[in-house]
């Protein structure tokens, strides 16, 4: 696993290996718009820098553009399940374009983490070792692309057949529209491989930190190897507080996001609104979102339980016998692991765990439940039946 050296730093090819996996990821941000700060570097703009941000704006205002372009539905719907699809196009739309402003000094977050690491004197020793985590990378950023160019090209099909032909923005919306499926598609999924190759870097070091204290309890405890595991594990820890600085507000956004979207197109299903046209649109929210809560939850709960393994062998190491010194270093450690939740929070609000599923789950099976109990269609049946009745 990934190993910690004091006074060292990783090799050359070690180093190149972690920032060209970053720098690939960077690069596929970088076509989805996220290209505010792209290649930025003391206070200074270059060429590419001023590109980036042009291509940055030209999507923003595509977003915009599209949202507006919602406007004349709400005018035109004539029904429930109109302004139900008007209504969750424009969420999606706002929601993207919140992602979009939050995102935009993301490279330069990336930038300040690879600093860290550096400055932390990781080596990369691992059994998963960082050129097979490269190629990773590789594999799942060709997929995106590939992604990307299948939703711009579903994107406008579906517009096209939906819009009138004889209209004169008939062109500009598929334009749009196309634009808007593959940027976003990009937008998401990137974004989400960044906090992957993040999470599961720090969740490997966790695991080292337990096998070396594995490896420490199996002989006689020393003081020494007790507080560099208790330094290391601390480093590891301010990492992920380094981390969560920067993604914990898309994590806030992805969360309150992809449950109010589940719900909405819960709502439009449970009241049958959803016609066969519409049921593309509807799953490909609807993917969006469970994949947003799916991804997240996954790699808050990996790296929650990965950072307080060590609790179980320390609770072990408290019962025998060994020096003062040793047993308030082990006592110290463990109260300090069972009094704080490290991972990846929301906001500062809550810390991803088990406990996180449970709410959520609940959360839409409650949802569900009251909207079963207590349609609005069938209250304005009811009502109706009640009025005619009285008029007879």
Not at 60 to 73: E, G, W
Not at 109 to 117: D, G, N, P, T
Not at 275 to 286: E, M, P, R, S
Not at 315 to 335: P, Q, W
Request: some cysteine; charged content about 15%; overall charge neutral.
């Amino acid at each position: 696993m990934l190993q910690l050296f004091q006074n060292t730093v990783g090799t050359s090819s070690d180093v190149d290996d972690g920032q060209e996996t970053l720098a690939r990821v960077q690069r596929l941000i970088v076509l989805s718009g996220l290209s505010w700060d792209y290649k930025k570097s003391g206070g200074k703009c270059n060429i590419s820098s001023v590109a980036a941000c042009i291509y940055s704006s030209a999507i923003c205002m595509v977003y915009i553009l599209l949202l507006i372009q919602t406007i004349p539905y709400y005018v035109t719907a004539d029904s429930f399940t109109d302004t139900c699809v008007a209504i969750l196009g424009s969420t999606v739309i706002v929601l993207s374009l919140i992602y979009w402003a939050l995102s935009t000094n993301i490279h330069s977050k990336i930038r300040a983490f690879s600093q860290c690491l550096h400055e932390a004197r990781l080596r990369f020793k691992s059994p998963v070792p960082n050129p097979l985590l490269k190629k990773r990378v590789v594999k799942a950023c060709l997929c995106l692309r590939f992604l990307a160019a299948f939703s711009f090209a579903a994107s406008g099909i579906n517009v096209a057949i939906l819009t009138d032909a004889h209209s004169e923005y008939y062109w500009p919306v598929i334009v749009l529209s196309a634009v808007y499926g593959g940027c976003n598609i990009l937008l998401y999924h990137s974004i989400l491989l960044l906090f992957l190759s993040i999470s599961l870097l720090l969740t490997y070091e966790y695991d080292v930190c337990t096998q070396r204290l594995v490896q420490a309890s199996e002989g006689s405890v020393k003081e020494e190897e007790i507080e560099d595991i208790r330094d290391h594990h601390a480093l590891l820890t301010d990492l992920v507080d380094h981390v969560c600085s920067f993604i914990s507000i898309h994590v806030t956004v992805a969360y309150l996001s992809s449950v109010l979207i589940l719900c909405f197109c819960l709502y439009i299903i449970i009241n049958g609104a959803l016609l066969f046209q519409n049921i593309g649109a509807a799953a490909y929210v609807v993917y969006y979102s469970t994949l947003n809560l799916i991804t997240l939850t996954y790699l808050g709960i990996r790296l929650h339980e990965a950072a307080h393994r060590p609790l179980n062998i320390l609770h072990d190491l408290a019962g025998r016998k060994m020096s003062e010194r040793v047993i308030g270093l082990v006592t110290l450690f463990a109260n300090k692991l069972s009094q704080r939740q490290i991972g990846i929070s929301a906001s500062g609000l809550v810390t991803i765990t088990k406990d996180t599923v449970l709410t959520v789950i609940g959360t839409l099976l409650t949802y569900v439940f009251f909207v079963i109990q207590f349609k609005p269609e069938a209250g304005l049946r009811q009502n109706a039946d009640s009025t005619a009745g009285c008029l007879h």
